[in-house]
């Protein structure tokens, strides 16, 4: 059974930074690429960064030199990590892998 979990989201003020964690499970991890998506109520979901199985990785312009999306293959984790947040990322972020979606983690950043 295919599971992926994310973890880190939060409440933190605009130039905060945070860590999101995704670990997955019954897949063969190293072969994928992984991905960081994030919705918001009403929108339609959209990229924020992907890693492919040799490291390469893409993001959205929004986030460029902001988030950093990594991998480990020998803990079977993804992770993003975002730094100068601004209130217009806030949203659910999901780890995403194949076609494998996590349930998302929330991340809200307010003054």
């Known amino acids: 059974q295919v599971q992926l979990v994310e973890s880190g989201g939060g409440l933190v003020q605009p130039g905060e930074s945070l860590r999101l964690s995704c670990a997955a499970s019954?897949?063969?991890?190293?072969?994928?690429?992984m991905g960081w998506y994030r919705q918001n109520p009403g929108k339609q979901r959209e990229l924020v960064a992907t890693?492919?199985?040799?490291?390469?990785?893409n993001y959205a312009d929004s986030v460029k030199g902001r988030f950093t999306i990594s991998r480990d293959n020998a803990k079977k984790m993804v992770y993003l990590q975002m730094s100068n947040l601004k209130p217009e990322d806030t949203a659910v972020y999901y780890c995403?892998?194949?076609?494998?979606w996590g349930q998302g983690t929330q991340v809200t950043v307010s003054s």
């Open positions: 995403h892998a194949g076609q494998w």
């Open positions: 019954g897949i063969i991890f190293s072969a994928l690429g």
């Open positions: 890693i492919s199985s040799s490291q390469i990785t």
